[in-house]
């Protein structure tokens, strides 16, 4: 075999197409990247998938044991939710699929009715009233952490969210890649639960990057942290982190417990 057909053998090449430019070919050595992920998973690992733009996390939650059901915006408004334990909505995904924006009501009923929903980042379109549980806003040029490495401060130390099913700590924020988040609210009605804080140096702080909104027997969560760049790339604190948002709906409810039970003390 010669020279040529070997290196052919052990490469790939990415296309590069553009109008304005003839077409290219990107040319990289193929590799395998394996990742080993130490996650617990919520208890009933099952979730409905609606794919966003330029979105590849699905398959990483199937790889780690997750049971997804890829879900098209079509049937967004007539499939049965109450099947799955919690519902993913992609980025990008409320401007890109008309039928996602109008199944916003809907989605906030399957967490009423003790569902979680987990909504991954938007733009300005997500201050649209009703697309939201409650309202945000975002500045005209939006608020995002591009430093990967940027300091990530704990707001509520004794979230369930950041201990169940998986405990969350400074470790799992290592490895980010290109970001922290993006088009991060500026402001958030004050029944969200805020759970992180960071920002690029020099910039003021926000609070915005996790929102979590306890509603009726569940919860709705909304966040512009980069996941679905660290779940493509194998990072296991990205992973981990989604995990725990899946079970969202369940933690609010034990926390609601422990309240309850401290307040009859």
């Not at 939201?132 to 707001?155: C, G, K, S």
């Not at 609210?185 to 960071?198: C, G, I, N, Q, S």
């Amino acid at each position: 075999r010669s020279s040529s057909s070997r290196w052919i053998a052990t490469a790939g090449w990415i296309p590069i197409t553009y109008e304005h430019i003839q077409p290219l070919r990107y040319y990289r050595m193929a590799s395998v990247q394996i990742e080993a992920v130490d996650a617990q998973l919520p208890r009933d690992p099952t979730i409905a998938y609606v794919k966003g733009v330029s979105d590849n996390v699905a398959p990483m939650l199937h790889q780690l044991g997750i049971r997804v059901t890829m879900l098209s915006p079509e049937l967004l408004a007539t499939a049965d939710l109450s099947r799955y334990g919690a519902v993913v909505v992609g980025p990008r995904a409320f401007a890109a699929l008309p039928q996602v924006a109008a199944s916003a009501a809907r989605l906030q009923a399957y967490a009423r009715g003790g569902g979680t929903v987990v909504v991954q980042y938007g733009q300005q379109e997500m201050q649209t009233p009703g697309y939201l549980p409650y309202p945000i806003t975002l500045t005209r040029v939006a608020e995002r952490v591009t430093n990967e490495d940027a300091p990530v401060q704990v707001l509520d130390p004794s979230s369930r969210l950041l201990a169940f099913p998986n405990r969350i700590t400074a470790d799992d924020f290592k490895g980010w890649v290109q970001e922290r988040a993006l088009y991060m609210p500026t402001t958030a009605d004050p029944h969200y639960r805020k759970l992180l804080e960071m920002h690029d140096p020099g910039e003021p702080p926000n609070e915005n990057a996790v929102l979590v909104a306890p509603i009726g027997k569940g919860a709705y969560v909304y966040t512009t942290l980069s996941l679905f760049r660290q779940l493509p790339v194998g990072n296991p604190g990205g992973a981990r982190l989604f995990v725990n948002l899946l079970g969202a709906g369940r933690a609010e409810q034990k926390g609601k417990g422990k309240i309850a039970a401290g307040a009859g003390e």
